[in-house]
């Protein structure tokens, strides 16, 4: 059973940066596909960005890209979102997955089905 957990969200101001770290426990976790989503209040879970298992192929939503960076450090079973030039918009719990197969694809956002507990990050204005 993999476990999933986040840290490093907070306030920050618009155009502030911030980063967050998913510690994965659990299983062999340079075998498997990484991602962040958002929920914000009264919102649907969003797809934010994801990660290949070897870190060399990223995929981004189109609000977030050129802001947002996704990468890996596999050797710490760590999965990161640096969040630059954030907006109000940003404003969300944010969560980390990851699939229940290997090598699986970060296209298809709807095979993520492992959650973090979240982290919330609000962006002020």
């Known amino acids: 059973q993999v476990q999933l957990e986040e840290s490093g969200g907070g306030l920050v101001q618009t155009g502030g940066s911030l980063r967050l770290s998913c510690a994965a426990s659990?299983?062999?976790?340079?075998?498997?596909?990484m991602g962040w989503f958002r929920q914000a209040p009264g919102k649907e879970r969003e797809f934010v960005a994801a990660?290949?298992?070897?870190?060399?192929?990223?995929n981004y939503a189109d609000s977030v890209k050129g802001r947002f960076t996704i990468f890996r450090d596999n050797a710490k079973n760590t999965v990161y979102l640096q969040m630059n030039s954030l907006k109000p918009e940003d404003t969300a719990v944010y969560y980390c997955a990851t699939q229940g197969f290997r090598y699986g694809s970060i296209w298809a956002s709807t095979s993520f089905g492992y959650w973090g507990q979240g982290t919330q990050v609000t962006v002020s204005s």
């Open positions: 659990g299983r062999t976790f340079d075998t498997y596909s």
């Open positions: 990660v290949d298992w070897s870190g060399g192929t990223t």
